[in-house]
């Protein structure tokens, strides 16, 4: 069964909160989810998984400093996880308050480890963005997500 890693840091709560809807939307596509906080995952742990889905508060307009440290400390992988699947998502306290720039700063470094990512042409296009807490638009993005992902693994171990 496709093995997927949904890895977070939230100090407030509001990106745990998208974590676990996008964890809904992984199983919806009965694939096996793992949901973390980004301090708990051992970098050669990533290796184990499909695909990963790291989720991040906006801070100035970057993914937070855990979440850093979990990309940096995966160069000990670095070259081994070509063709496994990525995605981000995040929370902003403001609507233009670099939430993009945050999941990109994510995505970035996901596609110098050789990922794969796929956008959406509905909605949230490189992710999904709750401002604070997620709404209801917000927790079916993160769904959205979960199972785009989830679906794209599928379709690479066939
Ligand atoms: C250090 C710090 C930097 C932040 N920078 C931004 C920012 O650049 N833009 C923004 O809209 N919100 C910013 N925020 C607000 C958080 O992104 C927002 O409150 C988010 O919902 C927190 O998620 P959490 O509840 O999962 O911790 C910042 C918060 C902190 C603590």
């Known amino acids: 069964m496709a093995k997927i890693l949904v890895a977070y840091y939230s100090k407030g709560g509001n990106v745990k909160k998208m974590a676990e809807f996008v964890a809904k939307g992984v199983k919806e596509e009965s694939c096996e989810v793992t949901v973390k906080t980004v301090d708990s995952v051992l970098p050669d742990e990533l290796i184990h998984y499909d695909g990963f889905i790291f989720g991040s508060p906006t801070y100035y307009g970057q993914m937070a400093a855990p979440v850093k440290k979990l990309i940096d400390d995966s160069v ?9 699947v990525g ?6 306290a403001n609507i233009g308050g670099g939430n993009e720039t945050t999941i990109l700063s994510i995505l970035q470094a996901f ?8 956008g959406t042409a509905k909605n949230d296009h490189y992710g999904p963005v709750a401002i604070g807490s997620p709404d209801n638009r917000a927790e079916k993005q993160c769904i959205a997500l979960g199972k785009r992902v989830a679906k794209l693994v599928k379709i690479i171990l066939i």
């Open 76 to 84: 000990i992988l670095h070259g081994k996880l070509e063709g496994k």
């Open 87 to 92: 995605g981000a998502f995040t929370s902003s």
């Open 111 to 118: 596609l110098i480890h050789g990922m794969l990512i796929q």
